[in-house]
């Protein structure tokens, strides 16, 4: 018997958030294990990369990396060593369709030490308000 439209949708979503999981899980990984510990070499105690994307096409604007005291670290040795490689994971941990429609803006925080990830972000959308007005003449 093949399986209602609910069904379908229902596996598909479940295989969806499987994949998402394992993608998200992957992404841990690499900084866990590759990023971080060349991070925590170069003397980086941050890392923030300011994403914007709108109408479909969105991306990561730039990456920041900073000492213990939030100074700049000398980006000639830091970036060539760490990009795409931290480029590419930090994409994994934006929101699904931060590119979508009027978009979304934000930015993605590694705190090196603590081993943490924070996102902030902010969605954008077009409102309309409607109104009525009726004059007498």
Known sequence: M????HEYL????????QQEVARLDTAKDRL????????KQWGVAKVKAEYSGYG???CIDGITYLDAHDQPVNMAIVE??????????LYEFLPAGFEIDDGSQGTL???VAAGT?????????????????????
């Open 2 to 5: 093949a399986p209602t439209d």
């Open 10 to 17: 229902e596996q598909f979503m479940a295989q969806y958030r």
């Open 32 to 39: 866990k294990t590759e990023i971080i510990p060349r991070l």
């Open 56 to 58: 479909d096409s969105g």
């Open 80 to 89: 060539p060593a760490s990009n795409p490689a931290i480029e590419d994971v």
């Open 109 to 111: 925080t590694i705190d």
């Open 117 to 137: 990830v924070s996102l902030e972000h902010g969605e954008n959308y077009t409102e309309t308000r409607n109104s009525t007005q009726e004059f007498t003449l």
